[in-house]
């Protein structure tokens, strides 16, 4: 499993464009722009329709399967599939996500278009060319899912954005799962009163600690933050800080490969921080 990292930011993307603080003038000074959270696994399955074009040099045109986890327009940007119809009328796609998500996607498809547009709910499992999904639980304000994807030639991968801390329901449902990749949430770093729905520097590793005790993340599991906001210390001071928890955090366009985590963890000093 190929794992690119589309966007890795929150829905006001980092550095925030109207924005003067500490943590968005150190970006900018790095030149560095994180879009809107988005993932493409093999070059065929699209996690979030952002608004945000993908990264230089990485093409959407084999994707054939979309996973929305909700509908919020950072995550749901339906025009996105206007302009996959102008290029690709003919080839057949799948849209999958809640039900509300899939209504705002609607207006955008053409009535003879070849798009099938499928619902789920959390415990939903979906399979199409040999990847298999399973929706999960999340904890939001608007119907939203999180997804536990098994790609057809082996890897795991679980994509948890948004959500607050993760309903039981969905720390069950991964139990000895032994993902791969996590692509875990951490949007608002030290700002603990945000009162919302999504996590930060104090839920962030409290998660983590839970997917581990079930056995859903191991040593050799690839974590990475994402939906990443100014709220968040400076770049390398927050990726020093989520190294002590066993995370790290990747600008976007990074590709990952399930198992190439693993092997890295047998071939370094068991005591060193992650990459």
Known sequence: MRVTL???????????????????????A?????????????????LDLSPALPPDGVSLAGVHTVLITHAHPDHCAPFALLWRHWVRPDDPLTVVGPADALATCEPWLAPDAPVELVAVTPGGTVRRRGYEVRALPADHEVPAVLYDVAGPDGGRLLYA???????????????????????????????RDHDTRHLDLGTFPEQLDR?????????????????????????????????????RVLPDGAELHAGAYRRRSWNSDASAAPA
Do not use: I, K
């Open 6 to 28: 589309l966007g890795t930011g929150a829905a006001d993307g980092w550095p925030n464009p109207w924005c003067t603080c500490a943590s968005c003038a150190d970006a900018r």
């Open 30 to 46: 790095a030149g560095t722009t994180r879009r809107q959270t988005s993932v493409l696994v093999d070059g065929g399955v699209l």
């Open 161 to 191: 954005t948004d959500t607050g801390p993760l309903p039981e329901a969905a720390v069950e449902a991964v139990r000895d799962a032994a993902f791969d990749v996590v692509l875990l949430e951490e949007t608002f770093g030290d700002v």
């Open 211 to 247: 997917l581990r005790a079930v056995g859903a993340v191991t040593g050799a599991t690839d974590v990475v933050a994402v939906h990443l906001g100014h709220h968040n210390p400076p770049a390398a001071q927050l990726a020093a800080r989520l190294a002590e928890h066993g995370a």
